[in-house]
């Protein structure tokens, strides 16, 4: 699998906007973009996902770089229930099997 | 919540007994996963089937862990023999079979083993 980076930890104000980036240069054509978040002492969930285009959904933001060797999830007014290590997964066209997950972002949110 | 559960939720063992965990993936979920997650680092993936079936195993699935999905519902996984390295917090998903289909996660069952 491609592999992503993303930086360890980022801090941001309650009710403001923030970027979490993810570097996938060695992304390939067939690849999806997945971001999934894992709030202290649960599982993680999925939070969106996109191919070329950018996405949004009731949970955030998904801006892909036009050559797709970057991409930004975007939480439009972040929250305290938004803290949680928010992981970048590239995954393959039809890939039915498992998700590859890295360090992922530790996300702090202060009031 | 998201309708898959995971029991027991907590596991505390000494080094060398058998312990079997056990998940119950959303009803209609034809695929469920085996991650496996130790302390500041993401998921990794242990085993995942489809129906009844066990289509992939990571190498990290030694000989001491097996699991199984009897007609295709719940899952079971037991490590035997534990070592102390297996103290992690093990995480079950389930998913339908979908082009980029959703995993949705269990709480996990968090083991010690002393």
């Known amino acids: 699998d491609a592999k992503t980076t993303q930086p360890n930890s980022m801090e941001s104000n309650e009710e403001e906007p923030v970027h979490l980036p993810c570097n996938h240069s060695?992304?390939?054509?067939?690849?999806?973009i997945h971001w999934y978040r894992q709030l202290p002492s649960q599982g993680p969930e999925y939070v969106i996902h996109?191919?070329?285009s950018n996405v949004n959904n009731r949970m955030a933001s998904l801006a892909i770089a036009e050559d797709r060797k970057s991409s930004t999830l975007i939480l439009h007014r972040a929250t305290l229930r938004d803290a949680a290590v928010y992981y970048c997964?590239?995954?393959?066209?039809?890939?039915?099997?498992?998700?590859?997950f890295g360090g992922g972002t530790r996300l702090m949110v202060k009031p | 919540d998201t309708g898959v559960s995971q029991d027991p939720r907590h596991k505390i063992t000494k080094r060398g007994q058998n312990v079997t965990f056990r998940c119950d993936p959303i009803?209609?979920?034809?695929?469920l996963y085996w991650y496996r997650q130790t302390l500041g680092q993401g998921p990794e993936f242990l085993t995942y089937?489809?129906?009844?079936?066990?289509?992939?195993k990571s190498r990290l699935l030694s000989d001491r862990f097996s699991a199984e999905r009897p007609k295709g519902s719940f899952s079971t996984l037991e490590i035997q023999r534990t070592e102390q390295g297996d103290s992690a917090m093990y995480l079950c998903?389930?998913?339908?079979?979908?082009?980029?289909?959703?995993?949705?996660f269990g709480p996990g069952t968090r083991l010690l083993v002393l």
């Open positions: 998903a389930s998913s339908l079979v979908a082009e980029q289909e959703t995993q949705y």
């Open positions: 060695t992304i390939s054509g067939t690849d999806y």
């Open positions: 996109g191919l070329t």
């Open positions: 997964i590239l995954r393959e066209f039809n890939a039915g099997n498992m998700l590859t």
């Open positions: 009803s209609e979920h034809n695929r």
């Open positions: 089937f489809q129906n009844e079936a066990q289509l992939e």
